[in-house]
């Protein structure tokens, strides 16, 4: 944003879009300028556009022609029914019958709610809890590493990640909510669900797009007892009807959504 505010002015473009898909003033690289550069170059902008109706609301106090445009998402790797990793086949013999509850992304404190998982994991020791992803350090010290149905794969090449989705019974994303999380559009939802897979993750304004088709919890009891439904045997119905939702959050469909939103600004310019 610090040097794209006088870009337009040495390029001259036909248009110029601000295109917001995270809350900067969350992180402390970009809150003290952020919140003077920002504004102006939103403002500056002719258009703004963003991947969530909490970023398009920010958005819209600096520029009334803010628009919404869904996140797009790359579906080719995920793909149903993929054969399980050979680690996670080999814990799942150690538990046969234990469900395995998995996450599959950073493990960061900043974004994830610790404490809470700590607590679910410890108070569910007849499920297997599996995370793939890369530890921030709280993670890495947490007593999540002396819990026996905790198990951590460590960081995976993004196209081995579909794979190890495919083993899991239910996929969380335990979101702290805080100014990071709060207006974030959580891709991995839309991989989950493209995937056919019961999805437990916190509410927030964004996730209630995807209250359809995703649990949504507000407490550590929230993910106990819904957790036990998610659990339930789907029916073919209501896994197509996932897959095609995330399907729908294409990149084809967001790009379009950008190209409305430029045509409906010069038709109000003109």
Not at 170 to 177: E, F, G, S, T, W
Not at 204 to 229: G, P
């Amino acid at each position: 944003m610090f040097r794209s505010l006088y870009l337009q002015d040495h390029i001259t473009p036909s248009v110029s879009v601000y295109y917001s898909r995270d809350n900067f003033y969350a992180t402390d690289y970009w809150r003290k300028h952020g919140m003077v550069w920002e504004p102006r170059l939103i403002a500056k902008s002719d258009v703004c556009v963003a991947n969530s109706e909490y970023l398009t609301q920010h958005c819209a106090k600096f520029n009334s022609n803010a628009y919404y445009v869904g996140q797009g998402c790359d579906f080719s790797l995920f793909v149903p029914n993929q054969e399980v990793p050979e680690e996670l086949a080999k814990r799942k013999q150690q538990s046969p019958n234990a469900p395995v509850i998995g996450y599959v992304g950073a493990l960061l404190s900043a974004r994830l709610d610790l404490a809470l998982l700590e607590n679910l994991v410890e108070a569910s020791p007849s499920m297997v809890f599996v995370f793939v992803g890369p530890e921030d350090e709280p993670f890495k010290n947490s007593r999540l590493h002396n819990l026996d149905n905790a198990y951590f794969t460590g960081s995976k090449p993004p196209e081995e990640l579909p794979a190890y989705i495919s083993a899991f019974d239910v996929c969380i994303n335990p979101q702290v909510v805080n100014d990071l999380t709060i207006g974030n559009y959580p891709r991995k939802i839309d991989e989950y669900l493209a995937m056919g897979k019961p999805v437990l993750a916190t509410r927030t304004q964004t996730m209630e797009l995807f209250s359809e088709f995703v649990f949504l919890a507000d407490s550590l009891a929230d993910y106990q007892s819904l957790l036990q439904k998610a659990l339930v045997p789907q029916t073919e119905a209501s896994i197509s009807a996932k897959i095609e939702f995330a399907h729908s959050h294409s990149w084809e469909n967001s790009v379009n959504s950008i190209y409305t939103a430029i045509e409906n600004t010069q038709k109000r310019s003109v």
